[in-house]
């Protein structure tokens, strides 16, 4: 059964950290471009972070460049994002995403597989 699973939100006061955990089983995740989106309420969703599946090259938006930091373990078949200097515009439920073939980067279209998503609550 394809699945992925993140984990490791929670409440944080602004200028924490909190490192999400995005764990695949199913499938092998170094095989797939690994995006990480988050959703406001009453927002769309939008792109956060990126991971390409063959030379490993990172992307981010504007908004978590210099701040949020995408890594993968591949003997762990996890993906993880490593959020410092958090702010409260950064409250959102994250996921993570899986896609075979990325041709554009943030098209949520484009990703296969989805997580349940979790909270990351910022605010003092």
């Known amino acids: 059964q394809v699945q992925l699973v993140e984990s490791g939100g929670g409440l944080v006061q602004p200028g924490g950290s909190l490192r999400l955990s995005c764990a695949a089983s199913?499938?092998?995740?170094?095989?797939?471009?690994i995006g990480w989106f988050r959703q406001a309420p009453g927002k769309e969703r939008e792109g956060v972070s990126c991971i390409s599946s063959s030379d490993g090259s990172t992307y981010y938006a504007d908004s978590v460049k210099g701040r949020f930091t995408i890594s993968r373990d591949n003997a762990k078949n996890t993906v993880y994002l490593q959020m410092n200097s958090l702010k409260p515009e950064d409250t959102a439920v994250y996921y993570c995403a899986a896609a075979s073939l990325l041709l554009r980067l943030w098209a949520l279209y484009e990703y296969d597989y989805w997580g349940q998503g979790t909270q990351v609550t910022v605010s003092s």
């Open positions: 199913g499938f092998t995740l170094d095989d797939y471009a």
